[in-house]
């Protein structure tokens, strides 16, 4: 089992910045890979970022691309997600997992935080 606490959350205003943090327990945080998704009112839950277990391969959602930036240390067992130039668009809230193997697809991952809202205000 892996437990997975995200924080870094909350209110910013468009094209201010906001750092996630998403700390693993349990299991060793080196063995998965890592991704974050968000999901707003409404809306299915959608791909937002991804890391590999070794930290090599990063994938990016097309709309968040130049502007978030994932990163991990493994050290820390934690994972870092940079949103710079937020806007009105990126307001949900937003999870981390843990997986296998780096993914876009959520049903790709074995676990999950609780997840942390953001709202970015136009």
């Known amino acids: 089992q892996v437990q997975l606490v995200e924080s870094g959350g909350g209110l910013v205003q468009a094209g201010g910045s906001l750092r996630l943090s998403c700390v693993a327990s349990?299991?060793?945080?080196?063995?998965?890979?890592m991704g974050w998704f968000r999901q707003a009112p409404g809306k299915e839950r959608e791909f937002v970022a991804a890391?590999?277990?070794?930290?090599?391969?990063?994938l990016y959602e097309d709309s968040v691309k130049g502007r978030f930036s994932l990163s991990r240390d493994n050290a820390k067992n934690t994972v870092y997600l940079q949103m710079n130039s937020l806007k009105p668009e990126d307001t949900a809230v937003y999870y981390c997992?843990?997986?296998?193997?780096?993914?876009?697809?959520?049903?790709?991952?074995?676990?999950w935080g609780q997840g942390t809202q953001i709202t970015v205000s136009s």
């Open positions: 890391v590999s277990r070794n930290g090599v391969t990063i």
């Open positions: 349990g299991r060793t945080f080196s063995m998965y890979a």
């Open positions: 997992a843990a997986g296998a193997r780096v993914a876009r697809r959520n049903n790709e991952y074995l676990y």
